[in-house]
């Protein structure tokens, strides 16, 4: 398999416009998860995702934040409108309940907003 | 998840072992122990996991101690490439039970 896959890897916009990241988890994973990391706040869990359903989005940053994940190997995270400080590396990770609970994450997406 | 507590930088020698400490006393009975590292740049990887007993893979050994509030991941020979920050994680193992919450970990520097 070839891991959890993100992009873009890298995005650079300018505030106020739409941005889309997108994750494909590893197949046969169950659970998705969408962390956001800066130097200030570290690596910060945003939302999951079991069997495609969301389970916890507690960690939304506001209503401008949106994930999906129309079927077991797609994701999205949508910010609309961005700001400048969404600007961090976004990272995609997965996992499958037939493992002992190991994550993989994906490369990251690194946003930059204007 | 119970909070874990890791010094904020170590440094080791090339070729040394390297030892990180990792302090969870508020673990409970049914909480692993997961270690993983974050190359600059990269994505986190997973290096190891346990629950009471000592683990061994081809990345490291995790020693837990007998009360399992605290934890050392060992690297035993380290190279200039294990440079990276180093993450402590207690959570349960499955379902709703494991939400992984990062700290801010361990930045290791191996030096030449």
């Known amino acids: 398999d070839a891991g959890v896959i993100q992009s873009p890897r890298h995005e650079v916009t300018e505030m106020g416009q739409e941005v889309t990241l997108r994750c494909k988890p590893i197949s046969g994973h169950d659970y998705l998860f969408w962390y956001r990391q800066t130097m200030m706040r570290g690596l910060e869990l945003l939302i999951y995702f079991n069997n495609n359903v969301p389970i916890d989005d507690s960690g939304m940053p506001e209503d401008r934040f949106s994930a999906k994940m129309p079927n077991a190997s797609f994701s999205t995270l949508k910010i609309q409108p961005s700001e400048p400080r969404d600007s961090a590396v976004y990272f995609c990770?997965?996992?499958?309940?037939?493992?002992?609970?190991?994550?993989?994450f994906g490369e990251g997406s690194r946003l930059t907003v204007l | 998840d119970a909070k874990t507590t890791q010094p904020p930088s170590m440094d080791c020698a090339e070729g040394r072992a390297a030892n990180l400490p990792c302090n969870h006393s508020?673990?409970?009975?049914?909480?692993?122990v997961y270690w993983y590292r974050q190359i600059h740049s990269q994505g986190p990887q997973y290096i190891i996991h346990g629950l009471k007993n000592n683990e061994t893979n081809e990345m490291a050994s995790l020693i837990i101690t007998e009360d399992r509030k605290s934890s050392t991941l060992i690297l035993p020979h380290a190279t200039l490439r294990d440079t990276a920050v180093y993450y402590c994680?207690?959570?349960?193992?499955?379902?709703?039970?494991?939400?992984?919450?990062f700290g801010r970990g361990t930045s290791l520097i191996v030096h030449p």
């Open positions: 990770a997965s996992r499958s309940l037939e493992n002992t609970g190991e994550l993989f």
């Open positions: 994680i207690v959570s349960g193992a499955s379902g709703g039970s494991y939400i992984p919450t």
């Open positions: 508020t673990i409970s009975g049914n909480e692993y």
